[in-house]
């Protein structure tokens, strides 16, 4: 007579567990909490339960099988943060190795162990800190703009999100990256960032001492060379418009902006110092609309100019070319796309508007045309474009700027066909005359 298995003790259907359906087996055990709970393997445990989840964890289920080895891993999306990083690895046939977050001190270690691969990082702050520091250990890093890997992230923003798009991002063949800069073309380009910051500051201050005393009736003429009348005002002891406790306050604010003043212009020495021992610093000296900040700045900013493979393509890169929306063939062209550098791209619109306000602007046949069709504004836009072109080829050559007007016409005897072509050019010219008088 076959025996009833609600008979059979706790123990013998524990070990039928794995040749058992699994949610008949575990109602039957629910059905006999009375008996107590015993297992040879797990001893101790009397008169105790445990849930599924852990009798199929602890009794013997099929283990999960072991994941692909990070020996494996070629490619490798790096998200930075401040104090946990994502990193999403990759091998060969595309299969996801690892995808983990590290703390600060577990990022070095953690690529030291792996071996050389291809690793991508968004150019943000930090990376190229950290892309000096993971090539040291035998890595291919490459830094990708920002705005380039915000458009592989699929569906929400999040870490992991982004770690996968930064991976998906480098494995593009046509991709574009970002020079990684050594820790004296960071410091070139820092000097540049803190001076901004400065003048930002002290465009502040007169802003601020400009609109209080505009309250009392003191006003002055645009321009920050306007502004000693202001402080004549407030230094002249007849003076009793403002009354003492914002006097004082303005006075403070006196003594923060000559304070700002001083610091501008050491700063600014050491950009020139830094400037006159730069050989590309020198050569875009030459340029017109070129200062020794600007040229400065250009040379420490732009540390790889053959990454653009033109000129025109450098101008688009600092946002100096129109926007285009356009769709079904027809483009529509708006305003200048303003991306890229802003800081290379004020200073470019900056030289361009002196030369404007030059002499050269009335020698230029190219620019009397165009300031008699356009704004100023719009034709110091497309001046800027034109000198970061210009700067762009002077970078490639490595050679001083040379006008139209300095180039010789004249022919040279060493080239094949030069004088022929000149003999030919005369012979041209008397006939040009006739028919241009005729």
């Known amino acids: 007579m076959p025996q009833d298995p609600n008979d059979e003790p706790a123990s013998v259907l524990l070990e039928r567990l794995r040749g058992s359906n699994r949610q008949t087996t575990t109602r039957r055990l629910r059905a006999r909490t009375k008996e107590p709970f015993s297992h040879p393997s797990l001893p101790g445990l009397m008169g105790w339960m445990a849930p599924e989840r852990h009798l199929c964890a602890k009794l013997g289920m099929q283990l999960q099988q072991r994941g692909p080895s990070m020996a494996q891993v070629t490619t490798i999306g790096l998200d930075l943060a401040k104090r946990v990083f994502q990193v999403h690895g990759v091998d060969a046939t595309g299969t996801v190795v690892v995808r983990r977050s590290l703390r600060r ?16 990082i968004e150019a943000c702050a930090t990376a190229h800190c950290w892309a000096r520091e993971i090539t040291k250990l035998g890595h291919d890093v490459r830094l990708i703009p920002p705005a380039y890997a915000k458009a592989y992230v699929r569906r ?3 870490d992991p999100a982004d770690a996968a798009a930064i ?9 574009r990256f970002v020079a990684i800069k050594t820790e004296a073309q960071q410091a070139a380009a820092g000097i540049h960032k803190v001076r901004a910051m400065l003048v930002k500051q002290r465009t502040m201050l007169i802003n601020t001492l400009r609109g209080l005393m505009a309250e009392f009736g003191i006003v002055v003429a645009d321009g920050r060379q306007h502004v000693e009348e202001l402080i004549a005002v407030l230094t002249d ?4 418009r403002i009354a003492a406790p914002l006097h004082d306050g303005l006075m403070a604010i006196v003594d923060s902006l000559r304070s700002l003043e001083q610091r501008i212009e050491r700063i600014e020495k ?15 000296t030459t340029i017109p609309g070129y200062g020794p900040i600007l040229s400065s700045a250009m040379a420490a900013m732009v540390v790889e100019p053959t990454a653009f493979a033109s000129a025109r393509h450098f101008a688009a890169s600092l946002g100096l070319v129109p926007r285009q929306d356009g769709t079904g063939g027809k483009v529509k062209l708006g305003p ?10 004020r200073l470019l619109v900056n030289g361009a508007m002196s030369v404007l306000c030059s002499k050269r602007a009335k020698e230029d046949p190219w620019l009397m045309k165009l300031l008699a069709s356009k704004p100023r504004k719009v034709a110091a836009c497309a001046l800027a474009n034109k000198l970061a072109r210009i700067g762009w080829g002077v970078m490639m050559r490595q050679e001083d700027f040379r006008s139209r007007r300095m180039i010789s016409r004249t022919p040279d005897p060493s080239q094949p066909d030069a004088v022929l072509t000149a003999l030919k050019t005369a012979s041209r010219a008397p006939l040009a005359v006739t028919c241009g008088q005729s």
């Open 105 to 120: 001190r577990q990022v070095l270690a953690f690529f030291a162990k792996l071996p050389s691969c291809l690793v991508g």
């Open 270 to 284: 050491q950009i020139l110092g830094w400037g006159r021992s730069n050989p590309t610093c020198r050569h875009l």
């Open 156 to 158: 929400n923003k999040n």
């Open 336 to 345: 200048i796309s303003k991306r890229g550098n802003g800081y290379l791209r």
């Open 237 to 240: 002891p007849a003076e009793a």
């Open 167 to 175: 991976w998906e991002a480098v494995s593009r063949p046509s991709m």
